[in-house]
């Protein structure tokens, strides 16, 4: 038998999956892939450790516990500056990405439009893909990602049916300000779509930015569902943990997909993650501070190396433009693999086809030492 569905047609490993093994084989430093291998919080091994021992490992509510949940409508009221149910607008999923699905799985039909800003995260697509609903692209504009809203606008037709805004963005770095959340919203509001807000950098902004939720503006808090976690966060990309937060009626929908797909979020994790919810602000200040630290010094880097960067607002990553040297961005990333040992992925992972391929995409959450050999090595680079 050779049978695969119809529904995987076109689908391949991603870039970011390619050059993580790539890199693995060569013992090279990944700075492809998100992976942000920093030290665990001591409170997030001690709350999950401390559930395990006293047998807290069956399964959960496929919402999530209850303390999970009360403590992230607690940040969500401080932080992102709304107010939510944690009985009734809460679910704990498998992650950022985990929820995206679920929400998705939750509101959309085969055949429905939903728009995508370019450069976007390739799991936002390629879930889209899988659930027969069509991405229409909107380029933004480098070297800030500016939007065209006259263009956004035209690409909104009957069948639209959501929008997703990543912010802070991955790959980009854009930061969304309000007024564009507004005139996003406006545009939900005009078409009768949905805004699937991506926000799991919401702590990681740089130069004196503010982190804005779509859902705290009052004209799109009905009309927006929020998708965020703790991998960015905590460092903690493997534990899984996110949240979405929607209306009751969707809410109500996307926990009953987070059940049948996944039962419910790893539970001692889950107890892990609420422990840790009880850190002081200062932990999230220190924690933008070491980062915004790193991108400059990658961008240092890229500029002496000759490989341009877009000096991002927020996430953790960077893009370069490497056309002074380089014909495309998978021999950019071949050949800084190959002669420096240091992992990056192509930008064209993250475009449509045709555009972003003289782009890299680097990570720079890595521990301090490990970051700053990679950026020797990359100042270094001789093709």
């Not at 704990?92 to 800003?117: H, P, R």
Request: with cysteine; charged share 25%; proline share 5%.
């Amino acid at each position: 038998m050779t049978q695969t569905s119809e529904r995987l047609r076109g689908l391949v490993q991603s870039d970011i999956r390619r050059m993580s093994r790539e890199c693995e084989r060569v013992d090279g430093i990944n700075l492809g892939q998100g992976i942000c291998d920093l030290p665990t919080l001591p409170e997030l091994i001690e709350g999950a450790t401390e559930a395990i021992r006293e047998g807290r490992s069956t399964y959960s509510r496929f919402e999530g516990i209850d303390l999970l949940r009360g403590k992230i409508a607690r940040k969500i009221s401080s932080f992102n500056r709304f107010e939510v149910d944690p009985e009734r607008e809460l679910v704990v999923t498998i992650g950022a990405t985990g929820g995206f699905a679920a929400a998705a799985m939750a509101t959309l039909n085969a055949g429905d439009e939903v728009i995508l800003f370019e450069p976007f995260y390739g799991y936002h697509l390629n879930t889209l893909k899988i659930l027969g609903v069509k991405a229409v692209i909107v380029p933004m504009a480098p070297p800030d990602w500016t939007i065209d809203f006259d263009r956004l606008r035209s690409a909104f037709t009957s069948k639209t049916r959501g929008v997703v805004v990543c912010t802070p963005s991955n790959p980009s770095g854009k930061v969304f300000s309000r007024d564009e959340l507004e005139k996003v919203g406006a545009l939900c509001r005009e078409f009768s779509a949905w805004a699937f807000t991506d926000e799991i950098y919401e702590y990681i902004v740089y130069d004196g930015k503010a982190h804005e939720s779509m859902a705290s503006i009052e004209s799109c808090r009905d009309l927006t569902i929020t998708i965020s976690g703790f991998s960015k966060t905590f460092s903690i990309t493997g534990w899984r943990i996110g949240y979405v937060a929607a209306p009751p009626l969707i809410s109500t929908a996307i926990g009953l997909i987070n059940d049948l797909f996944y039962v419910c979020a790893p539970t001692p994790l889950q107890w892990g993650v609420a422990r840790a919810l009880d850190v002081g602000p200062d932990y999230y200040s220190r924690m933008a501070i070491d980062y915004e630290k790193k991108r400059d010094l990658m961008a240092d880097a890229l500029r002496v190396a000759n490989l341009p960067p877009f000096v991002p607002a927020g996430a953790y990553y960077m893009l370069s433009d490497v056309s002074n040297r380089f014909g495309s961005g998978k021999d950019a990333a071949d050949a800084l693999l190959a002669n420096c040992r240091v992992a990056s992925v192509p930008g064209s992972a993250f475009f449509e086809e045709g555009r972003g391929d003289k782009l890299l995409r680097f990570c720079f959450a890595k521990d301090l030492p490990a970051l700053e050999e990679a950026c020797r090595r990359i100042k270094e680079f001789k093709d």
